[in-house]
């Protein structure tokens, strides 16, 4: 039950920078209102949906390392034709490419970390 309430309070400190304070005041009085055999079924109901979108992550994660693949090899091609026509700014596109490749890398890989520093 102090698990909830503590929830609780975060919520309401992040919402009063949302919304103002009568929205805020009357969540509170809401949530003081449903009684303690309803807050369990509130943190059953957060606990099943925090599952359902840790089950989720994984599918985001491979369709990042899917765009960061096709960005290496759409890129890899450019940097080919560009090399062939003698252009100026191969140099340019390479970084382009390793770098927005690297960056989708890089946000698949942290997303779960990102997330529970989120929540």
């Known amino acids: 039950m102090k698990n909830l309430v503590n929830k609780v309070n975060h919520a309401l400190s992040k919402a009063i920078g949302y919304v103002g304070y009568k929205a805020v005041a009357l969540v509170a009085f809401l949530l003081v209102s449903i009684g303690p055999t309803s807050a369990k079924v509130l943190d059953s109901v957060l606990n099943e949906v925090k599952t359902e979108f840790?089950?989720?992550?994984?599918?985001?994660?491979?369709?990042?390392?899917?765009?960061a693949a096709i960005i290496a090899v759409l890129g890899a091609f450019n940097i080919f034709f560009?090399?062939?026509n003698g252009d100026q700014d191969v140099k340019k596109t390479?970084?382009?490419?390793?770098?927005?490749?690297?960056?989708?890398?890089?946000?698949?890989?942290?997303?779960?970390?990102l997330l529970?520093?989120?929540?």
């Open 94 to 113: 390479i970084l382009l490419v390793i770098g927005s490749s690297a960056g989708f890398v890089i946000l698949a890989s942290q997303l779960p970390k």
């Open 82 to 84: 560009k090399m062939q």
């Open 54 to 67: 840790d089950q989720g992550l994984e599918p985001v994660q491979s369709l990042c390392y899917i765009i």
């Open 116 to 119: 529970q520093k989120g929540g």
